[in-house]
């Protein structure tokens, strides 16, 4: 038997944004709310950059969770080799991996390849941005 899913938030910045946590925790509760999923407390990373200790957490419960619901999925790690480490736990667990905001959900490897174009395309924007 699952727990549902766990929900994941960051206490730092993400493509220069700051959420405050309770936002987070809103989204995340209308998201579930909206999917009919379990909505388990969530987990804040720490505010130290590249920290991902409470993501390897979370990641330890799969074999309990129906998944992580993150605010988004641009809060996933921003090195190629650790986002693909994360999609590779997930999938292998059968669980999903949601982003709110962007009210998508990965549950194959076709999912994953969606998340990675959007990648692409706000890794360009934010460049674009910077030499502007």
């Known amino acids: 038997m699952t727990e549902g899913c766990?929900?994941?938030?960051?206490?730092?910045?993400?493509?220069g944004e700051r959420v405050p946590q309770h936002v987070q925790n809103l989204v995340i509760r209308d998201y579930c709310a909206r999917r009919g999923l379990a909505y388990r407390l969530s987990a804040t990373e720490y505010a130290m950059p590249g920290c991902w200790m409470?993501?390897?957490?979370?990641?330890?419960?799969?074999?309990?969770?129906?998944g992580i619901v993150l605010y988004s999925l641009f809060q996933l790690p921003e090195r190629d080799a650790a986002r693909q480490a994360v999609y590779r736990r997930v999938l292998a667990a059968g669980a999903g991996l949601h982003g709110a905001v962007?009210?998508?959900?990965v549950h194959s490897a076709d999912d994953?390849?969606?998340v990675e174009d959007l990648w692409l395309v706000r890794r360009f924007l934010a460049r674009t941005e910077q030499e502007s």
């Open 6 to 15: 766990r929900g994941y938030i960051f206490s730092r910045p993400f493509f």
């Open 54 to 66: 409470m993501l390897e957490g979370v990641l330890e419960e799969l074999p309990r969770l129906d």
């Open 102 to 105: 962007e009210d998508f959900a």
């Open 112 to 114: 994953v390849r969606r």
